[in-house]
């Protein structure tokens, strides 16, 4: 099966940092990987899909990058809506990652 | 505009039969192209997906739990069922049902596009 690790567990940033979070496959996914955004109260969004491509109603200071086995979600400007945990999973047999909760420092 | 809300016993005893029911609105899983899957997460712990089902009926599951997982629908009420079968407290989770989006490359790419607020499940004697 395929593995997603991902990194930090937790980060702490400032308002108006820019925060990345890491996933890495344990093989080649093709660029089949997606975010996903939960909040404390429970509900999932989808923000990234296809390593970059950005969820219509997802805020733009979102971004993804990567291929292969490695990639990375890039919050441009962290505002106190985005606390959250955030995950990966890859597209071929759904795996998600652990999961990032990112605090406000 | 897609919605989903899942709905569930609440609270189980090990040994039962767990049965989950995702209604849905704004697609139709008639449709071609259309799937729902089942996710879950057990508090402290990850996201784990469970099943997928899709509009000509076909099913995918997690192979780790492929023994005790049946998912179903209802097209013409726009519903989607999930059983697990032999509940134990480790089945003790909030359950999401999910739209299935797909994306046509080389091969099939799968992810899910919009999700229902969780509905939380207690095994518990």
């Known amino acids: 099966d395929i593995k997603m690790t991902q990194s930090p567990s937790s980060l702490s940033a400032s308002l108006g940092e820019r925060v990345t979070i890491s996933c890495r496959a344990s093989e080649n996914i093709n660029n089949y990987l997606s975010w996903y955004q939960k909040k404390e109260d429970g509900s999932v969004k989808l923000l990234i899909y296809?390593?970059?491509r950005l969820q219509p109603g997802a805020p733009s200071r979102f971004s993804g990058s990567g291929s292969g086995k490695d990639y990375s979600l890039t919050i441009s400007g962290l505002e106190s809506e985005d606390i959250a945990t955030y995950y990966c999973q890859q597209g071929y047999t759904l795996t998600f990652g652990s999961g990032t909760k990112l605090e406000i420092k | 505009q897609v919605t989903l809300k899942e709905s569930g016993p609440g609270i189980l005893q090990p040994s039962q039969t767990l049965s989950l029911t995702c209604t849905f609105s704004g697609f139709s899983l008639s449709t071609y192209g259309m799937g729902v899957g089942w996710i879950r997460q057990p508090s402290g712990k990850g996201l784990e997906w469970l099943a997928n089902?899709?509009?000509?009926?076909?099913?995918y599951y997690n192979p780790s739990l492929k023994n005790r997982l049946t998912i179903s629908k209802d097209t013409s009420n726009n519903q989607a069922f999930l059983k697990i079968t032999n509940v134990d407290t480790a089945d003790t989770a909030t359950y999401y049902c999910?739209?299935?989006?797909?994306?046509?490359?080389?091969?099939?790419?799968?992810?899910?596009?919009?999700w229902g607020p969780g509905t939380m499940v207690t095994v518990s004697s």
């Open positions: 089902i899709w509009w000509d009926d076909d099913k």
């Open positions: 999910a739209r299935i989006a797909v994306m046509y490359t080389t091969d099939s790419y799968w992810y899910f596009d919009f």
């Open positions: 296809h390593t970059s």
